[in-house]
């Protein structure tokens, strides 16, 4: 069955944004570059044998949480940072953004990509479900679970979360 798909030039310009920022928040701020640009790459690759064009942008974001789950795995691979700094260096300044985002980072791999899919991708539950393979009352509960974490590591700092 042949479907009618828009030049991926277009999909690329409507969608850009969405897999950039779902890709960094995933992966966070060194690595989301990577991440989005291996979206993309399996995205131009899968294109062309696509069954139905009505939600492009679900099957990106899916691809994208894909890929950043991939990355988080290959990470076992690669060397760890130590604590200690090059002489001379200075420590970046922690703020509520960076402490918020390294707990999110920690939550557990599902917890954490329902959180992003639903609050950064600004997902509905059955779209967040259907990326992860699972039910909307499954999304819904992996995302009160992962608040509920948050707000527990962050105290106070986290009070407009989920709201």
Same mark, same amino acid.
């Given at each position: ?111 954490? &990509? @329902? ?8 997902? =509905?539950? %059955?779209?967040?479900?259907?990326? $992860? *393979? !699972? &039910? @909307? ?8 679970? =992962?608040? %509920?974490?948050?707000?527990?590591? $962050? *105290? !106070? ?7």
């Amino acid at each position: 069955m042949t479907v009618a798909l828009p030049p991926f030039q277009r999909l690329v310009d409507e969608h850009w944004r969405d897999v950039a920022r779902l890709a960094f928040a995933l992966a966070g701020p060194q690595e989301g570059e990577d991440v989005a640009q291996q979206t993309w790459t399996k995205a131009l690759a899968g294109y062309p044998s696509l069954t139905d064009a009505r939600n492009l942008r679900g099957w990106l974001l899916t691809i994208t949480a894909h890929t950043a789950t991939d990355h988080h795995r290959s990470r076992a691979h690669r060397p760890r940072p130590t604590d200690e700094l090059p002489e001379g260096a200075v420590p970046p300044a922690e703020t509520t953004d960076d402490r918020l985002w390294e707990q999110v980072r920690a939550l557990p791999q599902r917890q954490r &990509t @329902a959180v992003v899919l639903h609050y950064v991708a600004d997902l =509905a539950h %059955t779209e967040v479900a259907a990326a $992860l *393979g !699972t &039910t @909307a009352a499954a999304s819904r509960r992996l995302v009160s679970d =992962a608040l %509920t974490s948050l707000r527990s590591q $962050l *105290g !106070t700092d986290l009070h407009e979360v989920g709201s």
